[in-house]
């Protein structure tokens, strides 16, 4: 069975970084479609990034270019998110989604959403100005 636990979240002063952690356990093979996304209250869920563990590619949400890198520890099929320049509007729940039947270019190319992938229980993060 596939689970995924998040962790790295809290509080931070606008500016500072934090690094979340997606621990991926349970695929058979270590080449899947992992990502992570937000949601606000009252809002819809956003994608953040994204990254196809079996070729490392990556795509990012424009809000977060630049600022935001998704990357992989392929031998511990762990997902991480180091997030930099913290703004106020970054503060929300983050959840990591995965699973290994989506391939690119549909994984990295803008698209996917996770509906159909296995999903975290979520950890918070908070900005203050």
């Known amino acids: 069975e596939v689970e995924l636990k998040e962790s790295g979240g809290g509080s931070v002063q606008a500016g500072g970084s934090l690094r979340l952690s997606c621990a991926a356990n349970?695929?058979?093979?270590?080449?899947?479609?992992a990502g992570w996304f937000r949601q606000m209250p009252g809002k819809a869920r956003e994608v953040v990034a994204v990254?196809?563990?079996?070729?490392?590619?990556?795509n990012y949400d424009d809000s977060v270019k630049g600022r935001f890198t998704i990357s992989q520890d392929q031998y511990k099929n762990i997902v991480y998110l180091q997030m930099n320049s913290l703004k106020p509007e970054d503060s929300a729940m983050y959840y990591c989604?995965?699973?290994?039947?989506?391939?690119?270019?549909?994984?990295?190319?803008?698209?996917?959403?996770?509906?159909?992938?296995?999903w975290g229980q979520g950890t918070q993060v908070t900005v203050s100005s």
């Open positions: 989604a995965a699973d290994s039947d989506t391939t690119p270019p549909y994984c990295t190319g803008g698209d996917w959403d996770g509906d159909s992938s296995y």
């Open positions: 349970g695929f058979a093979s270590s080449s899947f479609c």
């Open positions: 990254i196809y563990t079996g070729d490392d590619s990556r």
